[in-house]
Nanobody, 117 residues
Framework: QVQLVESGGGLVQAGGSLRLSCAAS????????MGWYRQAPGKQRELVAT???????NYADSVKGRFTISGDNTKKMVYLQMNSLKPEDTAVYYC???????????WGKGTLVTVSS
């Protein structure tokens, strides 16, 4: 069993900041990549950012320059610093972790981020 637990979501005004955290635990010994996806009401889940082997990052164009992903594979943690938030960033944010050898991906239950205008 692998568990991913997100925290840090909430309500913030446009232009504000939030920091999401995610901790992985259970039977996942080595992590290849961790990341964040989001799903807004009535929309499909979309990539926000990923970090591979704790170093290589990838961002959706819509968040480049505003969001920063960081992580510690040894501690099985990933973070998402979100600055200059916009109402269109409102969504449930999901953490994901991909195991190193099996490349199986696991998902958290999500944390809600609401940005008011």
């Amino acid at each position: 069993q692998v568990q991913l637990v997100e925290s840090g979501g909430g309500l913030v005004q446009a232009g504000g900041s939030l920091r999401l955290s995610c901790a992985a635990s259970g039977s996942i010994s080595r992590i290849y990549a961790m990341g964040w996806y989001r799903q807004a009401p009535g929309k499909q889940r979309e990539l926000v950012a990923t970090i591979t082997t704790g170093v290589t990052t990838n961002y959706a164009d819509s968040v480049k320059g505003r969001f920063t992903i960081s992580g510690d594979n040894t501690k099985k943690m990933v973070y998402l610093q979100m600055n200059s938030l916009k109402p269109e960033d409102t969504a449930v944010y999901y953490c994901t972790a991909t195991a190193d050898i099996t490349r199986v991906s696991y998902w958290g239950k999500g944390t809600l981020v609401t940005v008011s205008s």
